[in-house]
């Protein structure tokens, strides 16, 4: 029986999945530059909380959840995102009552949601956040969007156009969702069945339909800014302002309300242009909430968050040559000649990986032939040849596998000797990629 992988899943793995941890590894490296700390929250939820977080005029609410009876007959959820968790942790541990506020966590994991797979969309995809809880400072909203902004630029990203809007306060958006409601009832006979639900649930969701046809008809709609409170104008302008005092290049976007109904005030979006001239679309977004960690059952406490796909970044990444190469390399190659040589070899093996090495070990009786074919495939850089000869005189021979010059050493001498040459190969290495050389041709040119 052939079982095939589920559909709008994709397995991950060797170059790929170094590539995924090490976009993984700069995304903590900054988010721990900005004292956020690692939080992992269950990838199972009552369905309860995303209904009541995520908001029942969502996409993912109505259409997108992989939601379930357990044995217990109770209804429960795979993560759609994963900010609601890190809202439901903060009550159920009572963070904030124990923790100095804001609290800062930080997010990488999976999440499910059923859409149609297409290029970069998947069922299963993996995120990384951070949450910033318990102070409604419009300058925790700013150190969010910077935070994002530095990732991204860490991870090799330049031509990054930074989308705002503000959703507002309550009365702003109340204003804002009747001035809404005015227009759109002389055109929503003309519009899809998603924008006809929308337009009962909620409005602002409308400005967010992908149908074309929806999207001539939104360009004639009220502008969110014309129905800010005077309170939200100002909360906005210290964030353009400062953006400004930052040089971080942005464009503010009325039709941007993000697919979500727990945000307000700030709203953002990072969209990347390749080195090529494509625009990709955003690869990471987020916004301030008021009411979140309330309706989770916890204080009223503001907060800011932050998502980036991994999955999106790895493929913007890999298409625009922004991934190092991030192929495993093998420090040695340990090759037992005959049978009778593979326990020795073994052994050597182990001590080489008890000292930090890397290293692989043919444990079958292959030709010489072969075993440097695998080792040309693992890019190993020694290859530590264990023979009759060798064991029988306490030695082994140790290859250049790119100089192809060898020397046979006693085996008491063989980690000193590594040292010495690994020592000396990374001295090579930053000579060479310094970039010294280059400054100082500059120079003579001056």
């Not at 100095?100 to 299963?124: M, N």
Request: aromatic share 8%.
């Amino acid at each position: 029986m052939n079982i095939n992988i589920v559909k709008g899943t994709h397995d991950i793995f060797d170059d790929d999945a170094r590539a995924f941890e090490y976009i993984e590894m700069v995304l903590k490296a900054v988010a721990e530059m900005y004292s956020f700390q690692q939080m992992r929250t269950p990838i199972l939820e009552h369905t309860e909380l995303f209904t009541r977080s995520v908001g029942e005029s969502s996409d993912i609410v109505r259409k997108e959840m992989y939601t379930f009876l357990d044995k217990g007959d109770r209804s429960v959820t795979l993560r759609p995102e994963l900010t609601a968790g890190v809202m439901r942790s903060i009550v159920t541990n009572k963070l904030y009552a124990t923790k100095d506020l804001p609290i800062k966590a930080y997010y990488v994991g999976p999440a499910f949601r059923y859409e149609r797979p297409q290029a970069g969309r998947f069922r299963q995809f993996n995120q990384f956040g951070i949450e910033s809880v318990g102070v409604s400072s419009p300058y925790h909203d700013l150190e969010c969007i910077m935070m994002g902004y530095d990732a991204l630029r860490l991870l090799g990203f330049k031509n990054i156009n930074l989308k705002i809007n503000s959703l507002g306060d309550q009365e702003s958006r109340n204003r804002y969702r009747e001035a809404l409601k005015e227009y759109f009832a002389k055109h929503i006979d003309d519009m899809c069945a998603d924008c006809k639900e929308r337009f009962n649930i909620n409005p602002l969701r409308i400005l967010d339909c992908k149908v074309p046809n929806d999207q001539k008809i939104a360009e004639g709609a009220p502008k969110m800014q014309d129905y800010l409170t005077p309170e939200a104008k100002a909360r906005f302008e210290i964030i353009t302002k400062t953006l400004d005092e930052y040089e971080i290049p942005y464009e503010i976007d009325n039709s941007l309300v993000r697919g979500l109904d727990y945000y307000s005030h700030i709203i953002f979006e990072f969209h990347y242009t390749t080195a090529n001239g494509l625009n990709v679309g955003a690869v990471g977004a987020g916004g301030h909430y008021d009411n979140l960690l309330s309706e989770v059952g916890g204080p009223s406490l503001s907060g800011v968050g932050l998502a980036l796909g991994i999955e999106r970044l790895f493929a913007v990444m890999k298409d625009d040559n922004l991934l190092k190469n991030e192929k495993l390399d093998t420090d040695l190659y340990v090759m037992p000649i005959g049978e009778d040589s593979i326990k020795d070899a073994f052994g050597i093996a182990q001590i080489l990986r008890a000292n930090a090495y890397k290293v692989e070990i043919c444990l079958e009786n292959k030709s010489f032939k072969q075993l440097f074919k695998r080792a040309e495939n693992m890019n190993a850089k020694l290859a530590v040849i264990v023979g009759e000869n060798e064991i029988k005189n306490n030695e082994v021979v140790l290859k250049d596998l790119h100089t192809q010059k060898q020397v046979t050493i006693p085996l008491s001498n063989l980690l000193n000797t590594l040292d010495l040459m690994f020592m000396e190969g990374e001295e090579e290495h930053h000579h060479c990629d310094c970039g010294c050389e280059d400054e100082h041709h500059h120079h003579e040119e001056e």
